[in-house]
């Protein structure tokens, strides 16, 4: 096996061995002893490959915003009008953190104000990453007017999709036994009524 690729293979061990370790864990009750053994390595190959717990951490982050980007570009492949392609991007979203609470945790908790000094590099990679799908660069991406669709939208639309995800991740079965409908419609329910309200701003 060429060293490069033994390094990613070996690399993609250790970070695949937390991602299943968070299945039942967080990400601060884990041990080093609990990833050696569920990566198959030593400790002295898991930190040649990570200096620190902190660059595990923000490898774990950065897989997480590139898992969740792949589902929103395939939201982004749509053949639809500019309204819908943000409708579909923020249903991609909220399905995304419901089926993956493991990287939706991630993602969230991610403070990148803690670790920009010490990991520059690391962090900037993510941040490339997390704003691929930003609403702001989607709007100029769109060609959307942008005396409507500027930053106080982009901000509004994000609270409402945030907090939809978070709302049906921690009331999502109680909410489905009030309203007497499945969590897949209050979905659809949330983005008709975002359909409506981006359609009266052309």
């Known amino acids: ?46 930190y040649a490959y990570f200096h620190s717990q902190d660059e595990m951490y923000l490898e774990l982050v950065k897989r997480s915003f590139e898992r969740m980007n792949v589902a929103m570009g395939d939201a982004m492949t749509q053949k639809v009008c500019a309204f819908d392609k943000i409708i579909y991007l923020g249903e991609a979203y909220i399905k995304f953190m419901l089926e ?14 803690r670790y920009e000094n010490q990991y520059e590099k690391q962090v900037n990679e993510i941040h490339l990453i997390a704003n691929q799908y930003e609403l702001m660069h989607l709007f100029r991406e769109l060609n959307l ?20 995800a978070q709302l049906l991740h921690s009331k999502g079965k109680w909410m489905e036994e009030y309203y007497g409908v499945s969590i897949e419609n209050i979905i659809e329910g949330q983005m008709k009524l975002t359909r409506q309200m981006l359609g009266g701003l052309k």
């Open 100 to 113: 993956n609470p493991r990287e939706g945790a991630l993602i969230l908790g991610f403070d990148e104000k």
């Open 1 to 46: 096996m060429e060293r490069k690729k033994k390094k990613e293979y070996i690399q993609d061990a250790i970070i695949d061995g937390i991602f299943s370790l968070l299945l039942e864990k967080n990400w601060a009750s884990l041990s080093s002893n609990e990833i050696c053994e569920e990566a198959g390595v030593s400790k002295r190959t898991l």
């Open 145 to 164: 007017n942008t005396t409507v669709f500027d930053g106080n939208l982009a901000v509004f639309l994000w609270a409402h999709i945030q907090g939809i």
